[in-house]
């Protein structure tokens, strides 16, 4: 057995993936929760090669990185050998007929997992690689019915899990790699070879957030450069920080970061916030927090030793250059619908929405039904996910019926 050594904090969602991940294949490690023992974290740094984000995991002292870099050595099939898994333990792929599967874990999928379940259709959900979704990344929810203290968006996603569990739901974890909606029964493929044939199937494959997509972004990430201020906001205590983008999540990460930083800047490329009244108005009365109108992100300065020294900024409006002294930048401008695999099978917007028949979930191909973000633009909030998610399994359900008897 190799020795494998995390290091995590208490809210993160990706060390909860991580952890997932390598408890599916067996293996044990030693986890060190950097909140639990601060002292640690230099360590962790130094250990990381700067890095600056948990999850953090070495196999016998070797750093494999970030859940990021182990779900991308476990696509290349070398995970495997790291961990030093015995071949003849290696689950071989499966094939396999259901009669309703869904893909996604978020408020969308687990809502469809809980409705099908009822109906007796034993649906099978396959996780894709954001368990849990975006929730799973946010902090407080505070708009959702029935919670009405609020609730951390991870312990509510626990709790759409239980329930779906309870009555019945199977999980797979892994991620989808291709699908075939040209005949029916539908092939859904994982990326580790599993193949299924599917009756019926439920799309909840939700969005994720999106980068600028410059050059510097990508090379310091995890180096100061994140999208996650749950995971990551704890390495920069004491430290001055930026927030690209104007709407609620930046206004949230911003907030949350003030518990660390000495001073947040939210730079946004207009001058006003797309942000909800009730947002915006907790941000601006933040003393911590200072607002960049009008304003583009050129350049994140630093080296992969050192980290995020700064932001080179840039005036939209009189192209005026500055620098702003950072040290980290949290990346929250928005979010792209995971539908790419769908292309050229279903009829997508122009942005890779899914589109669905007005009032209902029914895709263009007959047995696929959509719900959540994946086909929401517009309104993207985990109720009315949930929502999607209920009519998607009413939807199937009744669709499935009506085969049936023909
Ligand atoms: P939004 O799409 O609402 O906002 C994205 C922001 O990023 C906008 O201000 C946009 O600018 C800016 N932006 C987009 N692309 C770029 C770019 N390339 N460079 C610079 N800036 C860019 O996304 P959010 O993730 O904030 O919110 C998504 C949904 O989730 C919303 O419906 C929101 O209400 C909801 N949400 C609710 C929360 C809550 O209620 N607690 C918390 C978080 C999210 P511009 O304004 O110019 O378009």
């Not at 047995?367 to 998610?389: E, H, I, K, L, N």
């Amino acid at each position: 057995m190799p020795h494998v050594t995390m290091y995590t904090t208490t809210v993160c969602a990706f060390c909860l993936r991580a952890k997932s991940l390598l408890g599916q294949k067996g293996v044990e490690w030693e986890e060190i929760n950097l909140d639990e023992h601060p002292e640690r974290r230099k360590e962790m740094i130094q250990k990381a090669d700067g890095r600056r984000t948990v999850p953090q995991i070495f196999v016998n002292g070797r750093g494999l990185g970030g859940y990021d870099d182990i779900c991308a050595l476990d696509k290349e099939g070398k995970l495997d050998s790291i961990l030093e898994m015995d071949p003849e333990k290696i689950a071989p792929p499966i094939t396999a007929h259901y009669r309703v599967l869904i893909l996604g874990s978020g408020p969308a999928g687990l809502t469809a997992a809980i409705y099908a379940a009822r109906a007796n259709l034993n649906p099978v959900l396959v996780d894709g690689n954001e368990p849990g979704g975006q929730l799973t990344i946010t902090t407080e929810v505070e708009n959702y019915p029935g919670y009405a203290d609020g609730v951390q968006g991870p312990a509510m996603m626990d709790d759409f899990r239980k329930q779906a569990e309870r009555f019945g739901t199977q999980f797979i974890q892994g991620q989808v790699e291709k699908v075939d909606l040209s005949n029916r029964p539908f092939t859904v493929c994982l990326e580790k070879g599993d193949c299924f044939t599917v009756d019926a199937l439920i799309v909840a494959t939700g969005a994720s957030a999106k980068w600028l997509g410059i050059e510097s972004e990508t090379r310091l990430r995890n180096r100061g450069v994140s999208a996650c201020a749950t995971c990551d906001g704890f390495f920069f205590r004491g430290k001055p920080l930026a927030v690209v983008g104007g709407g609620d999540t930046a206004m949230e990460e911003a907030l949350f970061l003030t518990n660390f930083a000495t001073k947040v800047s939210v730079i946004h490329r207009r001058d006003s916030l797309r942000a909800s009244k009730v947002m915006q108005q907790r941000g601006e009365k933040n003393e911590k927090i200072e607002f960049v109108w009008n304003s583009v992100v050129e350049e994140v300065l630093g080296n992969e030793k050192d980290g995020v020294t700064g932001l080179k900024l840039r005036n939209i409006k009189n192209n005026e250059v500055s620098t702003l002294p950072v040290e980290g930048m949290f990346v929250a401008i928005g979010h792209v619908p995971n539908t790419q695999i769908f292309k050229g099978q279903l009829e997508m917007d122009d942005l890779g929405y899914i589109k669905v028949n007005s009032g209902s979930t029914y895709s263009s191909v007959e047995g696929v039904f959509v719900s959540g973000d994946a086909a929401d633009s517009v309104y993207r909030q985990a109720v009315t996910a949930a929502g999607t998610g209920c009519m998607a399994a009413i939807d199937a359900e009744r669709w499935l019926a009506i085969q049936e008897m023909n």
